[in-house]
């Protein structure tokens, strides 16, 4: 049997836990009888995509990103079109497309699951142009991914304290929302779309998601009272938010929406910037993975 051709994809910058010698724990766990092993290491952001396409077309069979959400949307966006799979070594903070295909978060199982791994095809969806594969969204988790960009520290309580720190002075905008026969004239505070249930750290939004529907899951959430905003706490640490009755929630292949004003965007939690028009779309099962 000719041995799997995998080349890791290494951000030294993802991550709370960098102080992990992957290189090593990858020599140690991975059986090199059954698996041919490279690593290429990221200098700068989006490098990843461009290393991803260069080892699918040196013929590497699964590519696999060592990093966070940010670092497997580069890899994954990179092997679009390719006939090499996407495979996953979680170190980031928040890990949603990760935790989602049930890879494990610690590493030296998620590396020995590439000794004989599974096969298997998930939807992507496109904003604007930006592919993502777990979810990406507009308004209030947009504005605070961009915020916690600039905190300096990573992890879930920094996340925490941005949102919290945000949530007192940010305001929903008007916005224009249509898909299949349906037209929504709303207020966004936030409009999320879920190809994945979680943004990360097991916060569902969306906790009924389908990665192989060929659906996006929308969640719209028009106002942000008090009260809501801890139902909506309280569902996303649950994933009872559509029992909730604090969101709507829709099912879409396609979604055109227009603001009010520009509303800022995030792909996989990492903030892209404003538009006040987005088309979003789903195509189905573009993308193998290696689990
Ligand atoms: N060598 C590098 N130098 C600077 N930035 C990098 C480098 N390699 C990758 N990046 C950028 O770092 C960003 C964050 O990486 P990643 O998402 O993997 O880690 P994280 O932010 O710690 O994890 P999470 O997204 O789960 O919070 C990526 O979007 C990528 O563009």
Redesign the pocket.
Known sequence: MPRLRICFIL?????TNRRQDVPALITQHLDHDKVASTIYR???????EELARQAAAEGYRVVVAV?????VN?VGRGLLGTAAALGIVPR????GLARHLRVPLALPAAIRRFNAPDFQRIDVGDINGHPFFCTAGLGFDAHVSKCFAAAGT?GLATYVQVALREYRTFRPTPIQVTFGEKELDTNCYILAFANAAQY?NNAYIAPLADIRDGLLDLVLIDALPLWRAVRVGLGLALGDLPKSGAADFHTARQVHVQTATPLGFHVD??YVGEASAFKVDLTPLALEVAT
């Not at 990093?67 to 670092?71: S, W």
């Not at 980031?92 to 890990?95: I, P």
């Open positions: 951000n030294p910058n993802s991550g990221t200098q700068y952001a989006g490098h990843a990093g966070g959400d940010g670092t580069e980031g903070s928040g890990n990573r990360g939690g990492d």
